[in-house]
């Protein structure tokens, strides 16, 4: 598919080219024209003065959008952001939301990191006791333990966590990687907090791999798209990314939308889409019951469900399953699975949507051609997240709308990039990996996780347990994994994790777990290079160059890497003979230039100039392959076809341990999954599910209070829950779980289903954790827990069941 998007918009080419053009004839004095800058200096005069430095938004919005920023005295003055292309409604600006357009506070804050810091001798994890060191110890010191760690253990025993505050540049946390795996490797990681489940517990067993997946810039005049747990004006904010793509096709192309959503998400709320609120974790539930009208009223497409699916009825079972009642019909109708039939009364009664809704919505979904049926990563961040995201998957096989222009897999929406590389990490001669989510278990069980119990690959079992952990980039110790509680509990312990580096910009609460603390440059503040692409269907570059002079005593990861290369003997490889950050930017995007010749790229220089391009491409009008002839192209399934029922899942189901509550099926079914919909007690009341909005990235932008004042940390209730409890719009609130107390502010609001509280994730946590635990910062994940996904171990972090009552403020 990605071939075939090459052939870029003919207009904006033309213009790309014309341009490029004037500044090959010209040189370096048409730079101005070519990147509008100009404009952009005269409306602030003040700042005539000012030097233009281009860089570029490095958070995990995958937007990558372009700062413009007016250098004074060597000062960050203020930002803009894009004004390249033509700015109107069809251009393509890649223009930063307000985090980005924010970055000089951030840059500047008070909690920003400045030099190396050791934990002071005698005093434990958590206690937050630093003192300053030089960069010398804090190296020799990381250098001297990699090794100690490595002889006494292996290299099985050190692990590089994810790194989603630098995701958009080429450098990441590939210098940890390159290092060590230079050294004898580390031991890694599948999956990820954003999409584990609906990447390892639906995609593989249903489509082979993410396939299906088309862009919101496919979606013809006037049709209709349902979004399940999809909020991309929430979190797909980028001027150029999905969120502005579906403002285009719903104001301009009069395309209509359907919000599932257990909360009036800012598509539904500000672009006009209709909200049909569904308490959450109930997808497949919902799923379920749209099936049952379509299948009792002759609205499924048999000719493609028995050309391009298996186990949709017994015919279509893979010969060994047959005979027993196994099908998805057989569950839908009530002769299979759990004997119930999924009739939309029953599906009303678990999901709270009207079943009169629910059998409308089947018919419109039988009705619109082409059908754009999506999910977000909402639904499957539950525990039963695997089978809900399987579930949605099945409805546009029902009905024949996946494998062309304007429809979807039912899965996330697709995207391409340029394809532009990362800083090579060379071979890890270590295979095993561990599911991402379970990394605290990795620290405190080690040997203990196998295949069968926690989802080991390329090993049955892991070789030893974790002691060496590098923290670049995140704030998952104390803030972003599930349950801070029991995660600190495991760090606190020495004998477990050995080592522990945390690496950021800013003192997060996860700085206080580590031994020694690394002061980083933001990418901003150094040389950069990140393509547009991971969440916008767009062609682009960003040359990032400094800011600013490096303040303090901050230095930048792939620098300090090489320093450790040299402690460790292996600087020469590691650099190359010698190459700079810089000189990588320029080698990468020299090589995505080669790769991509066609294209016509500016050269590196000419992109510096620039700042940055973005191009549209068009999106394939191509049904797919696999659609247009399923047995030359088959799907890399087991059976080769789409699997509404999954043979590697039936096997999964017979050989697999599971967890209280969990169910592996070979077919997408229904079940509540632990501290799911219909477990709540008199204890614990709500459903209490976290959400990305708009205010922050996880925690980074979380301590700059102007977004604060725009985007609160509150605890969304609606007013029939508010009411009898006493809580009024405002009021300080106690949100309690199994796992633990934190505090907020309610917002009474019927944005929210009844029965369930919605509150954003990212807030810093600050708690005294030698004393009450309690979070007074609004960090979610005080009372979030453990428990994962059956078959994907992804994170069920949106499954939480827990009480809301008011306190003192
Ligand atoms: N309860 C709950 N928890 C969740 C989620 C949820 O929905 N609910 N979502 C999950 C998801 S999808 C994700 S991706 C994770 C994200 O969790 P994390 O990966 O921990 O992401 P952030 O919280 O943004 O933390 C990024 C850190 O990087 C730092 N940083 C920013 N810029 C730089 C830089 O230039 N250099 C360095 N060295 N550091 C920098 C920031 O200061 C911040 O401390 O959270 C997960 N956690
Ligand atoms: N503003 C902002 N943008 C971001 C991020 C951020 O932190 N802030 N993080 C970025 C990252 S790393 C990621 S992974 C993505 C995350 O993107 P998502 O995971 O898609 O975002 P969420 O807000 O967790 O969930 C999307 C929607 O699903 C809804 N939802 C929750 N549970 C259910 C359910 O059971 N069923 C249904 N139907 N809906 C449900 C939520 O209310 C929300 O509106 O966003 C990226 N973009
Ligand atoms: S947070 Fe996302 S949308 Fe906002 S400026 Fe950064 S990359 Fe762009
Ligand atoms: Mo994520």
Known sequence: MKDEKLSMNRRTFVKAGGALGALAATGAGATAAFTAAAPALAVADEGADDTIVWTHCHVNCGGACVLQCHVRDGELAYVESDTNGDGAFGGVQARACLRGRSIRPWLSSADRLNYPMRRVAGTARGEGQYERISWDEALDTIASEFKRVVDTYGNEAVFIQECSGVEQNIMMNNPFFRLFNLLGGEVTRYGSYSSASISFGAYPFTYGGSWGKRSLKTLQPGQLVVMFGYAPNDMRMSGDGEGYDLAVAMKQKGVRAIVIDPRRNETAANLGAEWIPIVPG????????????????????????????????????????????????????????????????????????????????????????????????????HTNGDNASRAIMVLPQLVGQVGRPGTNSGGTVGNDDIGLSSLPTGDNPIETKFPNFLWPEAIRDGEKLTATNAGIKNADALKCGVKFLVNYGNNMMANQNADINYTTDILRDESLCEFILQYDVAWTDSCNWADIVLPDLTPQETYSLSAAGE?????????????????????????????????????????????????????????????????????????????????????????????????????????????????????????????????????????????????????????????????????????????????????????IDAEPLGIADGDAVALKSAQGEMRTIAKVTNRVIPGTIMHPQGAWHSADMAGDRIDHGGCTNTITSRHCNPVSKGTGQHSVIGSIEKVEG
Not at 304 to 316: Q, S
Request: overall charge negative; aromatic content about 10%.
């Open 282 to 381: 109930t997808d497949a539930a919902l799923a379920a019951g749209i099936a049952h009208e379509l299948i009792t009223q002759a609205l499924v497409d048999h000719e493609f469900l028995n050309t391009y699916c298996v186990g949709f009825d017994e015919a279509t079972l893979p010969p060994e399953a047959q005979g027993k009642n196994l099908s998805y019909c057989d569950y839908i109708l009530g002769t299979g699975y759990d004997k119930v039939e999924k009739t939309p009364e029953w599906a009303s009664k678990i999901t709270a949507v009207p079943a009169e809704r629910i059998v409308s919505l089947a018919h419109e979904i039988a009705e619109a051609d082409p059908c754009f049926i999506c999910q977000g990563l909402g639904p499957q961040r």
């Open 535 to 719: 969440n916008n269907d767009v062609y682009g570059i960003r040359f990032g160059q400094p800011v600013s002079e490096p303040a303090f005593e901050r230095r930048e990861v792939y620098e300090v890497c090489g320093e450790l290369a040299k402690r460790l003997g292996v600087y020469d490889e590691y650099s190359e003979g010698g190459l700079t950050r810089e000189d990588w930017c320029r080698k990468l995007y020299d090589e995505l230039r080669e790769e991509q010749a066609d294209l016509d790229l500016p050269t590196y220089d000419e992109g510096v100039a620039m700042g940055s391009f973005t191009f549209e491409v068009e999106p394939s009008t191509e049904v797919d392959d696999f659609i247009a002839d399923p047995v030359a192209n088959p799907l890399e399934t087991a059976t080769g076809k789409i699997q509404i029922y999954s043979p590697e899942l039936a096997e999964l189901a017979e050989t697999w341990e599971l967890g209280e509550g969990d169910v592996i099926s070979a077919i997408p079914v229904y079940y509540p999954g632990f501290d799911g919909p219909g477990t709540t007690t008199e204890e614990f009341p709500f459903l209490i599910v976290d959400f990305h909005a708009k205010g922050t990235v996880h925690s980074t932008y979380a301590h700059n209070e102007v977004l604060h004042k725009l985007s609160p940390f509150q605890a969304w209730i609606n007013p």
